[in-house]
């Protein structure tokens, strides 16, 4: 198994000084803040030419109170923030035509942790160099069918990352192709990235352009009908009577959405990697016909009558990424919906909805699995069922008591997937008995979060049954009943230290990665899974720790939310330093770096 590369370019930073001269010229401040004494300065260059990067923007963030400040690079490519309080802040350049860069970061992107720069009351950081790299490019030529240049098909670059440990894409690049079908995508950060082409024609957008008009006058319709507005109604039936009949839907037989090397199914695409500034060509591919297939059905309600804002959700489960392997579709005032253009192959088939509060409140879901076959009219049901009602109680004997409990709220946390829905806060308040409930929580995978705790304090143990889900999750299922037993703890471990090279010298720009012993936890949002940048004296700090057997180890700028990965972390895991932390205990651990 590979281990992680580590990249020894720095664009963020190349120098840092401390003077007493004033910077040349001043840069309006964005929003207010705090009155302070303290100064930071400095040059933007690009990294190919040296040239000073004008007109850029920047953004200095203190990282803790927050305050937040812009300027911009004059002509020279210099920039001043001034009149700033003391703390720690994180400085981002950006600029169109060149990746957003990070103070001290060794890879460029947003993302990156970089360095924090540590500003005392009446100090100057000045002469601050940071070198922008531009972006990558991805140029090729798309074909039709018989090899003829396609004319004006978007062209879209899907960036992979990381996403609560999974891996998933999401939109980087965009490109129309010209008379000679050529596209050409600028500005791309470095990393593997998938290229999609979406004829305008495709037989999903044709069937989609076909039904548009006569679903808005359903759902026009519905909801006047459902609030008894007459002139809307009105309205809605003038313009129905004014519509043509609908069209037939298009042939089963068309384009499709084609991924590179020319392929109808994404998970079977060919990544393209990008390197730093780097252009990538002939990334060349042709369009497809093939025979699709079509999924409908109806949505019904076992609780009464069916909401009016109902949705239905068709995902290939090979790569469930919103507008690559996840469709979505409305019902009509029947509940009936319609997915024409279907790649052949097995999808998940999910309904949700909200309710109103006339109704109650709450939400529906409902979900099944289809496979098709090309040509394939497959018809499929799905009845909704109301979420379920989480019960439990939080043991507060322990705390203080003058502490005010009216601040405790328990909230379910949903481990969401790039296939979900926008998962709904589900939360309530803590009783003063210790007692919660939280109603209308649908299936799906959860840990348990309470805030309101007093400073020092956190979740001990959050037993389901047999369950403890503040280390192994908790999973929702219909027809079951969930009580939780929460318990408190003030005795949390932690872990400080100081980063340091061969030669003893502090070191701010690798990041601190502390995973359990035990693989059984390493889990999306994991209590135990943590990530921190050292200051720029080296130091760092992890606190509010369980007490158990840990790893801990230091990497050059880790790709983020990569920590949730238990395949990467099993690359880390030989990397990686012992280390067992007892009830309250706060172990200092210097690390040297490799």
């Known amino acids: 198994m590979r281990a992680p590369v580590v990249c020894s370019v720095v664009f963020g930073l190349v120098t840092l000084t401390l003077s007493a001269q004033s910077p040349p010229q001043r840069t309006p401040a964005g929003a207010p803040a705090p009155p302070g004494t303290g100064v930071i300065a400095g040059v933007l260059t690009a990294a190919d030419k040296g040239t000073p990067v004008r007109k850029a923007s920047l953004r200095l963030t203190r990282i803790a109170p927050g305050v937040s400040r812009v300027a911009t690079t004059d002509e020279e490519g210099r920039f001043v923030f001034d009149a700033l309080p003391t703390g720690d802040y994180r400085l981002t350049a950006t600029r169109p035509g060149f990746l957003d860069t990070v103070y001290g970061a060794r890879q460029p992107g947003p993302s990156s942790a970089g360095t924090p720069i540590t500003l005392a009351d009446g100090q100057r950081v000045e002469k601050l160099s940071i070198v922008m790299p531009r972006g990558g490019v991805i140029s090729g030529t798309l074909t039709d069918e018989y090899g003829d240049a396609a004319f004006n098909v978007p062209v879209r670059a899907l960036l992979y990352r990381y ?105 079977t695409a060919r990544a393209v990697r990008v390197g730093v500034s780097e252009e990538v060509w002939n990334i060349d591919f042709a369009l497809q016909i093939i025979e699709t297939a079509a999924v409908s059905g109806v949505v019904i309600n076992s609780e009464g009558a069916l909401p009016l804002d109902t949705r239905v959700q068709l995902i290939d489960p090979a790569l469930p990424v919103a507008s690559i392997g996840v469709w979505f579709r409305n019902t009509n005032s029947a509940g009936r919906f319609d997915f024409h253009g279907v790649v052949p192959g097995t999808y998940v088939l999910r309904a949700h909805a909200s309710l109103p509060p ?27 069922r109301p979420g379920i009602t989480v019960t439990g109680r939080v043991a507060l004997g322990s705390l203080p008591e003058t502490f005010d409990r009216s601040k405790l709220m328990f909230q379910m946390r949903r481990i969401t997937t790039s296939a979900d829905w926008e998962s709904p806060v589900m939360r309530g308040p803590v009783a003063a008995d210790g007692t919660f409930s939280i109603p209308h929580v649908a299936p799906g995978r959860y840990t348990p979060v309470l805030s309101g705790l007093p400073d020092g304090w956190a979740i001990d143990t959050a037993t389901f049954g047999q369950v403890d889900a503040a280390d192994q999750h908790i999973t929702i299922e219909h027809d079951r009943q969930y009580v939780a037993d929460i318990t408190l703890t003030n005795r949390s471990a932690g872990v400080q ?26 889990l999306p949002l994991s209590r135990r899974i943590r990530v921190t940048q050292p200051g720029q004296d080296g130091t760092y700090a992890l606190t509010l720790l369980p007490p158990g057997d840990y790893r801990i180890v230091t990497l050059l700028d880790p790709e983020a939310g990569r920590e949730f990965d238990p395949q990467w972390l099993g690359e880390l895991y030989p990397l990686s330093e012992r280390l067992t932390l007892g009830p309250g205990e706060t172990r200092t651990l210097p690390l040297r770096v490799r």
């Open 163 to 267: 996403a609560n440990g999974e891996r998933v894409v999401t939109a980087a690049g965009n490109a129309v192709t010209d008379d000679r079908g050529a596209y050409r995508m600028a500005g791309l950060l470095p990393g593997e990235y998938l290229i999609s082409a979406l004829p305008r024609d495709s037989v999903s957008a044709l069937s989609a352009q076909a039904n548009a008009g006569q679903q808005r006058m359903q759902q026009m319709m519905a909801q006047a009908i459902a609030t008894g507005d007459e002139r809307m109604m009105a309205t809605a039936k003038a313009d129905a009577a004014r519509m043509p009949p609908p069209p037939p839907p298009p042939p089963s037989q068309g384009y499709v959405p084609v991924y590179h090397p020319g392929v109808a199914q994404p998970s």
């Open 358 to 384: 006339q109704q109650g409140g709450g939400f529906l879901d409902a979900e099944t699995m289809v496979t098709i076959a090309p040509g394939d009219k497959t018809e499929a049901t799905l009845t909704l």
């Open 497 to 522: 230290g100081t980063l340091t090279n061969a030669d003893g010298d502090p070191v701010s720009s690798h990041t601190v990665i502390l995973f359990p012993e035990d693989r059984a936890m390493w």
